[in-house]
């Protein structure tokens, strides 16, 4: 299993372009979410998914939007960057319905916006 | 919503020496309380968790107790390594991670 996947794994934008950061688990984890970490401040939720068709946000979550139209990605879309989305994305999926609790995290993007 | 407070945020220890790092909660229905661990250039990596029905865990130089009544759990690490160094993240969750708050983390040396 590659587990959870992200890319790019380092990105530098202008204010006001758009992008996707892409995520993918192949562990047929129900459930998916994106947090961003900025220094002295933890991670914070930004949107989360428990399926399919099924998105909901989290802590944090205006300036990005989510979907989920199938179980393996969930693709975080920035669609008019702000220098204050500069920060460290990671996107992690859990197994929701089995009752399993381990969050697996993927290895992070790195994202600067100028 | 959810007040995750974690101290120290830096901690400095000489090899062999145990290490202790405490997180306190404000939300009584929060359930289940994971430690993750960050080396650099990657993302948290699950080390211990325990739930709101147990007061303690142990698994080999890692142990995690939980005072429910006070609202605080403790990580605890014996007969630290160098390669124990890293920065480490409690959380705190309720509602089956519909609600889920991260302490701002403890970065960990470790001294030869």
């Known amino acids: 299993n590659a587990g959870v996947t992200q890319t790019p794994k380092f990105q530098v934008l202008k204010t006001g372009q758009s992008m996707t950061l892409q995520c993918a688990q192949d562990m047929n984890h129900e459930y998916m979410s994106w947090y961003r970490q900025d220094p002295g401040m933890g991670l914070r939720l930004i949107h989360y998914?428990?399926?399919?068709?099924?998105?909901d946000q989290g802590e944090v979550p205006n300036g990005y939007n989510v979907s989920r139209s199938t179980t393996e990605d969930f693709p975080l879309r920035l669609l008019s960057a702000a220098p204050s989305q500069t920060s460290v994305y990671f996107c992690a999926s859990r197994a929701y319905f089995r009752g399993e609790n381990e969050q697996f995290f993927g290895p992070g993007t790195r994202l600067t916006v100028l | 919503g959810e007040n995750v407070e974690q101290h120290p945020s830096t901690l400095s220890v000489q090899e062999g020496d145990s290490a202790v790092i405490k997180c306190t909660y404000s939300d009584s229905a929060s359930n289940y309380f994971p430690w993750y661990k960050q080396e650099l250039g990657k993302g948290p990596q699950l080390i211990i968790d325990i739930r709101s029905n147990v007061g303690e865990k142990k698994d080999q130089r890692i142990a995690v107790t939980l005072n429910k009544t006070a609202k605080h759990f403790s990580l605890h690490i014996t007969e630290t390594q160098p390669e124990d160094s890293a920065v480490y993240f409690c959380?705190?969750?309720?509602?089956?991670?519909?609600?889920?708050?991260f302490g701002i983390g403890t970065k960990l040396q470790v001294i030869p």
């Open positions: 959380a705190v969750v309720s509602g089956g991670y519909q609600k889920v708050t």
């Open positions: 998914s428990v399926g399919a068709g099924i998105t």
